[in-house]
């Protein structure tokens, strides 16, 4: 069982995980969703498509676009679609 942790809080946990470049993405229905905010910022992936990002929101203590996810994939990614990854010092623990 995976689980994200930030602030001594869970975010999300599954056994449910994708693998992808050495991060741990979630299954959209593993996070806790009050801790999540959308966020304005996107990137590009060559290979899996576009981001879009939430700030992490843990007892009134933000952190920007410390989660990630690809809403609408590549076909190369299409296995992550929805699925949220994390970093900015959230912690993944397996």
């Not at 869970?10 to 593993?30: I, R």
């Amino acid at each position: 069982m995976a689980k994200a942790i930030w602030n001594g809080v869970v975010l999300a946990e599954s056994d449910q995980c994708e693998m992808v470049e050495g991060n741990y993405y979630f299954p959209p229905d593993s996070i806790h969703p009050q801790y999540f905010q959308p966020s304005n910022t996107h990137t590009v992936c060559g290979w899996k498509g576009t981001a879009s990002y939430y700030t992490v929101v843990v007892d009134g203590q933000e952190n920007p676009d410390a989660a990630w996810y690809y809403p609408d994939p590549k076909p190369r990614a299409e296995n992550i679609k929805g699925y949220i990854a994390f970093w900015r010092g959230v912690k993944v623990e397996a």
